[in-house]
């Protein structure tokens, strides 16, 4: 809830749309937020909150890497941010490693307001 009301109030102030657990047509996966829609995204968020270790977190870090070599085959020009939160990432060190490689920004709920900024960078272009 706190990502979305960021979001929202992001993007209500600067006048941009946003769309909620859309199928994302280019890359034909779903994304928790999808800036300012799922037929022209310039900005994806997802998000993972794990309080155990899972095997969903290596399939999350493998959307992460398959979204990043869509974009370049597509020639897509697409920010991907990643926000974790959870104990459960500190013992999947890899699929963090993984994420943190392949997104354009990886932030948690303590620095969340960062949102604010990456969505207008994002959106300049």
Same mark, same amino acid.
């Given at each position: 809830?706190?990502?979305?009301? &960021? ?5 209500? =102030?600067?006048? =941009? ?41 290596? *399939? ?7 979204? #990043?070599?869509?974009?370049? &085959?597509?020639?897509?020009? @697409? ?7 959870? &104990?459960?990432? @500190?013992? *999947?060190?890899?699929?963090? #490693? ?8 990886? =932030?948690?709920? &303590?620095?969340?307001?960062? =949102?604010?900024?990456?969505? *207008? ?5």
């Amino acid at each position: 809830k706190k990502i979305e009301e &960021a979001i929202k109030l992001t993007c209500d =102030l600067e006048g =941009l749309t946003y769309v909620k657990n859309k199928n994302v047509d280019v890359f034909e996966k779903s994304y928790n937020f999808t800036i300012p829609n799922e037929h022209s995204p310039k900005i994806l968020i997802d998000y993972s909150y794990n309080i155990t270790t899972s095997s969903t977190q290596s *399939r999350f870090a493998e959307k992460i890497v398959n979204t #990043k070599k869509d974009a370049e &085959a597509n020639q897509q020009t @697409v920010i991907t941010v990643v926000i974790l939160e959870g &104990a459960g990432w @500190v013992g *999947r060190q890899s699929d963090l #490693k993984t994420i943190y490689e392949n997104a354009d920004y990886v =932030l948690n709920l &303590a620095n969340l307001g960062l =949102l604010d900024q990456i969505i *207008r960078y994002g959106m300049e272009g």
